[in-house]
């Protein structure tokens, strides 16, 4: 199959790119690298180094005898779009290319403006290009969990049957997202969704968990091919997070009481079900919603795990307690299905003792790399960020 991967020089989107390839599918990788941008503008920098993409492929050439072709625009740029999708002509669209972060879209109105414009107007030039040129292409487009918020009943994936006043409809299920981030997704979901029904285009929206892991396969067969993994406020995720402060011996900041249940999944099974959508597309004017994370966890949970493996391996860790930054449930009820990928055949890699400990390993090869000063939270959801993140944005 003929894959495009969008956002490949990411955190997801290249080991994905490398997935799918050494699966013998022609893939090709766009990015325009904001995301490096941002990193700069944020004094923020992953743990490992991170090769450029250029060289990532030809690294990938040379390691694998595979070709991935790369394509270098902003989806922001129709005109791009339109080149990208006439000349590759995909069978399947892999859409990460995003600005992912809560946090950064809170730090202030422009940070906020840019993070819907990016994502919004990226997903609609890709639609109606999508609709010029390869209207059967199957669009697998990355949402996120928390499109749904936490509400007080189980949360089902994407649709929910409703009886009201007497009749029956099966409808959306309803979206209370925590961010302007996650609600950029949700107006994604919206417009794709409509474009499926007007143009019959066929999507996969993955409403995804929060994702942990720095390796895959593919990245472990060579130094070079390392994927980009953050640890720093704006940009690191929970688990990633906390394994790394471990190492540091630095508290884990727990944002107030922790009791914020959110699902996870290890990286690897994001490259699984994202094959998995990719080999059981749906059909023409289908839109679809999959649950994709494999356990759920409250955050005091994943930090406390984080401790006794860490402890095992001689690092001594303290659980710290934050004022929340964010303005979220702190405890709530939380059990969201995610059956749908687990009937197309995925084999979860559960968060295991041997699984964070490898995590733990592999951050404390790198461990001279961690920087102090970019763990503690300066973002805050109430508009008042700090001086210091209002440096953020004053240098750029
Ligand atoms: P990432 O920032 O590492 O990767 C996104 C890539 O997209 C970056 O390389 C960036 O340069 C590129 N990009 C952004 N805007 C672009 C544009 N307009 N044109 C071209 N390229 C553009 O993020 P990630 O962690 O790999 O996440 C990938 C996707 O998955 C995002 O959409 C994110 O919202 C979603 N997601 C991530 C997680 C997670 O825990 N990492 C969980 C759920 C959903
Ligand atoms: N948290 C802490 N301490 C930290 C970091 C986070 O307690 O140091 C808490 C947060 O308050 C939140 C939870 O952990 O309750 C998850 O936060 P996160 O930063 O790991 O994840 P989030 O901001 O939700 O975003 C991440 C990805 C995003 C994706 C989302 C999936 O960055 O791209 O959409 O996970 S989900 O959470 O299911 O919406």
């Known amino acids: 199959m003929r894959i495009l991967i969008l956002g490949g020089d990411g955190y997801l989107g290249w080991p994905t790119a490398m997935y799918l390839s050494g699966r013998d599918h022609e893939v090709a990788v766009l990015d325009n690298f904001s995301k490096r941008a941002w990193e700069l503008e944020l004094n923020a920098a992953p743990l490992v180094p991170v090769r450029t993409l250029r060289n990532r492929v030809s690294t990938w050439k040379e390691v694998t005898g595979r070709n991935i072709s790369l394509f270098v625009g902003d989806l922001c740029e129709y005109d791009l779009v339109n080149d990208v999708l006439r000349e ?25 403006v840019m993070t819907q414009v990016n994502n919004i107007t990226g997903t609609l030039n890709l639609l109606w290009s999508m609709r010029e040129h390869v209207p059967s292409a199957h669009l697998v487009k990355l949402g996120t969990m928390g499109e749904y918020g936490t509400p007080n009943i189980d949360i089902e994936e994407g649709f929910i049957e409703i009886e009201h006043r007497g009749r029956k409809d099966v409808l959306p299920f309803p979206k209370q997202p925590g961010s302007f981030y996650h609600l950029s997704k949700v107006h994604d979901s919206h417009n794709i969704t409509f474009a499926c029904k ?29 994927t980009s993994f953050h640890y720093d406020e704006v940009f690191g995720t929970a688990l990633n997070r906390f394994c790394v402060q471990a190492i540091a011996g630095i508290p884990l900041t727990v ?34 919603a999959f649950n994709q994370f494999t356990q759920s966890f409250s955050v005091i949970e994943l930090a406390e795990t984080v401790q006794k493996q860490a402890e095992k391996l001689g690092f001594r860790v303290a659980i710290n307690h934050l004022p929340n930054p964010r303005v979220e449930a702190e405890t709530h009820y939380y059990n969201p299905r995610h059956q749908k990928l687990l009937d197309l ?12 400990d490898s995590m733990l390993v592999t951050i404390r090869d790198h461990a001279h790399r961690i ?16 001086a210091a993140t209002k440096a953020y944005a004053s240098v750029s």
């Open 255 to 288: 944002y107030g009481k922790g009791g914020q249940t959110r699902g996870f999944l290890n990286i690897r099974d994001t490259l699984r079900c994202v094959e998995l959508s990719i080999l059981n597309p749906p059909q023409a004017g289908e839109y679809r």
């Open 198 to 226: 007007v143009w019959k285009l066929r999507s996969t929206d993955l409403h995804q968990g929060v994702v942990y892991g720095v390796a895959t396969n593919e990245t472990e067969l060579d130094p070079r091919l390392a």
């Open 88 to 112: 590759f002509r995909p069978d399947a669209i892999v859409h990460f290319g995003e600005q992912p972060s809560a946090p950064y879209s809170m730090i202030d109105q422009r940070r906020c």
């Open 345 to 356: 055949g995925l084999q979860p890699h559960l968060l295991s003792d041997v699984l964070v």
């Open 371 to 386: 920087r102090h000063d970019v763990i503690l939270p300066q973002v805050r959801w109430d508009g008042t960020s700090s």
